[in-house]
């Protein structure tokens, strides 16, 4: 292992496991139940965010908070129930990434702006819990991403300098949170496309985590 990298950081929702479409369904249900049509751009534009960063983007949408909470209330059932009773599907590529990982004592540490409970349980029904000794949870800490909190604790964790970081993440929001702590970032898309010139401060943009892999082993 070169010593340019001497940990890597992963990312969760819609990196590790595809979760996104799950949570772009739950809000789909809860604006049925509620009786409002919520927009493909206003799921989109949540990917990366915190329970509480998504509930301002959704109230500056309707321009109605009480009826942000309201959706954002039924929003959490729905995913909640999904992620404790439906499938749970791994992105292509994360076991792969993670043997490999370990097969090199890469030191490794989870940072999600996900609740600790909801953290657990994903990783837990994933089988994915066993590959990390060290998780951050979004409600660890004093802000989410964009902030570099998350990341920063993690490589606290580890005993890693943030420089010594490579991130994987799947959105621009946990991009620029990486970028903020000092880290590298490779950028793997999952639901939404960036353009060029949004991405590049990041090391490199994959098309999937076969091809993170293969970048990981020359670093």
């Known amino acids: 292992m070169n010593s340019n990298m001497q940990a890597v950081l992963f990312d ?6 595809d979760t996104e479409s799950v949570s772009g369904h739950a809000w789909l249900r809860a604006a049925a139940e509620i009786g409002v049509p919520i927009p493909e751009h206003v799921i989109l534009g949540m990917v990366g965010l915190s329970v509480n960063k998504s509930l301002d983007h959704v109230a500056a949408h309707f321009q109605d908070r009480n009826l942000a909470e309201k959706l954002s209330q039924r929003c959490r059932h729905h995913y909640h129930e999904l992620m404790s009773t439906g499938e749970l599907k791994l992105k292509a590529g994360i076991i792969e990434v993670l043997d490999w990982v370990q097969s090199q004592a890469i030191p490794h540490a989870v940072a999600t702006s996900t609740q600790r409970l909801m953290c657990d349980i994903k990783l ?39 420089a010594a970081c490579v991130v994987l ?39 999937d985590l076969h091809q993170a892999l293969k970048l990981l082993q020359t670093l």
């Open 12 to 17: 969760m929702d819609g990196l590790m496991i």
């Open 124 to 162: 837990q029904r994933t089988g994915l819990g066993p590959y990390f000794q060290h998780t951050v949870a979004g409600d660890e800490v004093a802000n989410t991403k964009p902030a570099p909190d998350v990341y920063l604790a993690a490589a606290a964790l580890l005993d890693v300098a943030p």
């Open 169 to 207: 993440e799947d959105s621009l929001i946990g991009m620029q949170a990486a970028l903020a702590a000092g880290m590298r970032v490779i950028l793997v898309p999952d639901m939404v496309k960036p353009s060029a010139h949004e991405t590049t401060n990041a090391l490199a943009v994959c098309e």
